[in-house]
């Protein structure tokens, strides 16, 4: 009789499982390879999935240091029809009588293909505890909604914020935009849509924001500029390509009307509103983002509170910094945030 053994071991190199593992693995890359030059769906969703996990441990550590009581939630609050949770926010306020405040409404980031309001939830909630109304917003990721769906919502959201804003503690004169990465592109976006009226009749959407319910902005390692993206190099670059793919609809995407409107930087103006912008020593986007939409910003007079490192900044402040609270530098740029929200009212 034959043992088991010698059967494995007369099995043809084709039939061995460790072969068929790696054969199934090289034909998943490529067909995975192929698709990437047809379609930005394959690579968007599996840069997805690593943003997730990453969120996931970010969330984690800022969970450590958020409040765990004092304050009134409203969780998934539906800001259009629909009742998709993509238009939805969560807001966070101290408790007691609902009066208006000072309010910070935040644009979660995710290169425009991922993320959710939960994602920055305790950041936001930590902001409320010290006197504002602190609100989360949601909005349709690519490449499943394409530009201008997510900035469209996401003005529905801010009308919705200042029709309701008795019920909800909102002093609808002290609107703060606030976001990270992607999100502070959104907030730069939606700042410019509230203090530059050309931009607005070019871009064809009506703001739901006035300079005078706008007070400040809040960016947190953000894209103001995509016209180097195209020959950023790394897989950082190969990411954000197949992020601003997967977001404006087309491959070539640097110089369609929707990559020119995303940059920023080109369309601030002296109306801009007051801004805190930071970014970490070790994040590739401070350099070619953040520090150039300071100086722009400066160069107009708009008052800008930047918080830059040194390049030998220990330990090495990766992109968004800001949420790993169990960081220094973290836990100071935090501070510096709310002492600037101190100066809006």
């Not at 999935?49 to 998934?76: C, D, I, S």
């Not at 979660?108 to 609100?135: E, L």
């Not at 953000?222 to 016209?227: A, E, L, P």
């Not at 994040?283 to 490192?309: E, H, I, N, R, W």
Request: charged share 15%.
């Amino acid at each position: 009789m034959v043992s088991r053994v010698g059967e494995r071991g007369r099995r043809p190199w084709y039939r061995r499982r460790a072969v068929i593992a790696w054969a199934s693995v090289i034909v998943v890359l490529g067909v995975l390879t192929v698709f990437s030059f047809v379609s930005p769906w394959p690579s968007a969703l599996l840069i997805r999935t690593v943003f997730e996990v990453n969120a996931h441990q970010t969330v984690q550590t800022m969970e450590k240091y958020a409040p765990t009581g004092g304050l009134r939630e409203r969780m998934n609050v539906p800001y259009a029809p629909g009742g998709s949770s993509d238009t939805t926010f969560d807001l966070f306020a101290p408790e007691g009588a609902v009066q208006p405040r000072t309010t910070v409404v935040w644009i979660h980031g995710g290169a425009w293909i991922s993320g959710d309001k939960s994602n920055v939830d305790p950041y936001v909630r930590i902001i409320a505890s010290h006197g504002y109304t602190g609100i989360s917003l949601n909005y349709t990721v690519a490449p499943e909604a394409q530009y201008p769906t997510a900035l469209k919502q996401l003005n529905s959201a801010l009308g919705y914020i200042l029709e309701h804003a008795a019920e909800l503690g909102v002093d609808p004169s002290h609107i703060v935009l606030a976001g990270d990465s992607a999100g502070a592109q959104y907030a730069a976006q939606l700042a410019v849509m509230a203090t530059n009226e050309s931009y607005t009749q070019r871009l064809g959407i009506r703001p739901a924001l006035t300079k005078d319910h706008l007070a400040a902005v809040v960016l947190d390692c953000g894209i103001y500029d995509v016209r180097g993206i195209p020959k950023a190099p790394g897989i950082g670059g190969w990411g954000f390509r197949t992020a601003l793919w997967a977001y404006l609809g087309t491959k070539d995407w640097s110089h369609t009307p929707g990559g020119e409107a995303m940059t920023t930087i080109d369309h601030v103006t002296k109306d801009f509103p007051r801004t805190w912008i930071s970014g970490g020593n070790a994040d590739p986007l401070t350099a070619g983002q953040s520090k150039p939409m300071a100086a722009k910003l400066k160069g107009l007079g708009v008052q800008v509170t930047s918080v830059f490192y040194p390049e030998n900044e220990t330990p090495p402040l990766q992109h968004e910094y800001q949420f790993h609270l169990n960081l220094a530098a973290a836990r100071s740029a935090l501070n510096s945030t709310l002492q600037f929200l101190g100066t809006v009212g």
